[in-house]
């Protein structure tokens, strides 16, 4: 790889990200990041009617937490002139040609093919339209479509990810590039982007290959350099079905928000699916060591929601407290004794924000849950003097059990309810410094 890589990931600003963009988003990145290179996020905007704004934000934020910083920014809205000339080239040439056939009659003619057991591809008839012909449809009020006119044979290039691939153009309808209001639907912006740009590697879905034969025809029209193309495999959920923007809790905001780490979520989005055992990698740098294009499985990726809480959960407990610092603030948690609460509670949390949970069982107040009063007063009386440390639980619930004969779950579970009031939990002997005598007396005598 001679040229330094330029590489681009390309949304629509029509509504928020989901896990689904996330992969191509983070094989993109990834991909710049382990061989040097640049990676520009490019907003294909060119749905007016669609895009927004607040949308175009959302993109920016999503990518932030994901912490992949685009090196270039590009908007299509931006760059119309642009397209205008490349298709005036094209219509010199005779690729781009105008069309008048309206959506009803198309869908027509489409249901007649297939009724006559005939593929249902576009046949050009507009190719066949007169000069005379073509001004009598405008005076009907009619406004042209363009298409460009492929050539009918295969296109071969090496995928990235599949290898040796081809598409028989032969096969396809002439694409639709302009729409009869005058505006681009993808696919021309985006080779003229690319070509302009100088994008080395194209890396996206493989929803697109069937484009990737178009538009190899319409770079090789317009003069341009053609990119190297890798076609991964799509995420799915769990159950197979193809995700949208309409799974608002597989959003990377619906994520976020239910407190997932961006770690967690970059190590499934772009380790399932490849020959790499799915597990939680932090460092960015690590994780693009470990993405090989080409050991991309073929078989679609399963986005699997326990399978991201586990990893979640395995990245929390790695977490030095450093790191939350300024997170268990937020959630309430006062700097002293911080430290010492995260190390006994880290280890019982599936997200750092459960943390709030635990710190409002240590401060209070709780219901406690007395079970037997005689024995919780007996546990009370031999509750020991201050100061607490991290073996206090261990010799107060031996002299509990001394005193009591209680043993097991039925010395420590009767204990465990009425300080908390749960039954299940971090280890008390990090808690119970932590809540201090003072209250821990107080609930043994069920005040909370």
């Given at each position: 790889?001679?040229?330094?890589?330029?590489?681009?990931?390309?949304?629509?600003?029509?509504?928020?990200?989901?896990?689904?963009?996330?992969?191509?988003?983070?094989l993109?990145?990834?991909?710049?990041?382990?061989?040097?290179?640049?990676?520009?996020?490019?907003?294909?905007?060119?749905?007016?009617?669609?895009?927004?704004?607040?949308?175009?934000?959302?993109?920016?934020?999503?990518?932030?937490?994901?912490?992949?910083?685009?090196?270039?920014?590009?908007?299509?809205?931006?760059?119309a002139?642009?397209?205008?000339?490349?298709?005036e080239?094209?219509?010199?040439?005779?690729?781009?040609?105008?069309?008048?056939?309206?959506?009803?009659?198309?869908?027509?003619?489409?249901?007649r093919?297939?009724?006559?057991?005939?593929?249902?591809?576009?046949?050009?008839?507009?190719?066949?339209?007169?000069p005379?012909?073509?001004?009598?449809?405008?005076?009907?009020?009619?406004?042209?479509?363009?298409?460009?006119?492929?050539?009918?044979?295969?296109?071969?290039?090496?995928?990235?990810?599949?290898g040796?691939?081809?598409?028989?153009?032969?096969?396809?309808?002439?694409?639709?590039?302009?729409?009869?209001?005058?505006?681009?639907?993808?696919?021309?912006?985006?080779?003229?982007?690319?070509?302009?740009?100088?994008?080395?590697?194209?890396?996206?879905?493989?929803?697109?290959?069937?484009?990737?034969?178009?538009q190899?025809?319409i770079?090789?029209?317009?003069?341009?350099?053609?990119?190297?193309?890798?076609?991964?495999?799509?995420?799915?959920?769990?159950?197979?079905?193809?995700?949208?923007?309409?799974?608002?809790?597989?959003?990377?905001?619906?994520?976020?928000?239910?407190?997932?780490?961006?770690?967690?979520?970059?190590s499934?989005?772009?380790?399932?699916?490849?020959?790499e055992?799915?597990?939680?990698?932090?460092?960015?740098?690590?994780?693009?060591?470990?993405?090989?294009?080409?050991?991309?499985?073929?078989?679609?990726?399963?986005?699997?929601?326990?399978?991201?809480?586990?990893?979640?959960?395995?990245?929390?407990?790695?977490?030095?407290?450093?790191?939350?610092?300024?997170?268990?603030?937020a959630?309430?948690?006062?700097?002293?004794?911080?430290?010492?609460?995260?190390?006994?509670?880290?280890?019982?949390?599936?997200?750092?924000?459960?943390?709030?949970?635990?710190?409002?069982?240590?401060?209070?107040?709780?219901?406690?849950v007395?079970?037997?009063?005689?024995?919780?007063?007996?546990?009370?009386?031999?509750?020991?003097?201050?100061?607490?440390?991290?073996?206090?639980?261990?010799?107060?619930?031996?002299?509990?059990?001394?005193?009591?004969?209680?043993?097991?779950?039925?010395?420590?579970?009767?204990?465990?309810?009425?300080?908390?009031?749960?039954?299940?939990?971090?280890?008390?002997?990090?808690?119970?410094?932590?809540?201090?005598?003072?209250?821990?007396?107080?609930?043994?005598?069920?005040?909370?």
């Amino acid at each position: 790889m001679t040229a330094t890589p330029l590489v681009r990931f390309a949304p629509s600003p029509t509504g928020y990200l989901h896990i689904g963009n996330a992969r191509p988003a983070l094989l993109n990145a990834l991909f710049a990041r382990a061989h040097q290179g640049r990676f520009l996020l490019r907003l294909d905007d060119t749905d007016a009617e669609r895009s927004t704004q607040a949308f175009a934000e959302a993109v920016a934020e999503d990518l932030a937490w994901l912490e992949i910083v685009p090196d270039l920014f590009a908007r299509q809205s931006d760059r119309a002139a642009i397209y205008d000339a490349a298709a005036e080239r094209l219509k010199a040439m005779g690729r781009l040609y105008p069309c008048y056939e309206t959506q009803d009659e198309l869908e027509r003619r489409r249901r007649r093919q297939l009724g006559r057991g005939q593929p249902p591809i576009y046949d050009r008839a507009a190719l066949a339209l007169t000069p005379a012909e073509r001004t009598a449809l405008e005076a009907e009020g009619r406004k042209p479509h363009w298409r460009f006119k492929l050539d009918a044979r295969t296109v071969a290039w090496h995928d990235l990810v599949r290898g040796e691939a081809t598409v028989d153009c032969a096969s396809l309808s002439d694409p639709v590039l302009i729409r009869a209001d005058g505006s681009y639907l993808y696919t021309l912006p985006s080779v003229v982007d690319d070509a302009e740009m100088g994008i080395t590697h194209v890396i996206r879905g493989e929803d697109h290959v069937t484009n990737t034969g178009v538009q190899v025809q319409i770079f090789e029209a317009l003069g341009s350099a053609i990119p190297v193309f890798g076609h991964h495999n799509l995420l799915t959920t769990a159950d197979g079905e193809g995700l949208s923007k309409r799974l608002g809790h597989l959003s990377l905001r619906g994520l976020r928000e239910a407190g997932y780490e961006p770690a967690a979520v970059r190590s499934l989005a772009v380790l399932t699916g490849t020959a790499e055992s799915v597990r939680a990698v932090a460092s960015l740098d690590e994780l693009a060591g470990l993405v090989d294009l080409a050991q991309i499985s073929r078989a679609p990726a399963k986005f699997d929601p326990q399978e991201l809480d586990g990893l979640n959960a395995r990245l929390v407990h790695a977490m030095p407290y450093a790191e939350v610092a300024d997170r268990l603030a937020a959630l309430g948690v006062p700097p002293d004794g911080a430290q010492a609460f995260w190390e006994a509670v880290r280890p019982n949390l599936a997200k750092v924000s459960e943390a709030g949970d635990w710190w409002r069982v240590v401060a209070g107040p709780v219901t406690p849950v007395i079970g037997d009063p005689a024995f919780i007063g007996a546990a009370a009386a031999l509750l020991p003097a201050e100061p607490w440390d991290g073996e206090t639980w261990k010799t107060w619930t031996g002299a509990v059990k001394a005193t009591t004969g209680a043993k097991g779950k039925a010395l420590f579970m009767p204990l465990r309810l009425a300080v908390t009031g749960l039954e299940h939990g971090p280890d008390l002997g990090g808690l119970l410094p932590l809540i201090g005598r003072a209250a821990v007396a107080r609930r043994l005598a069920g005040a909370g």
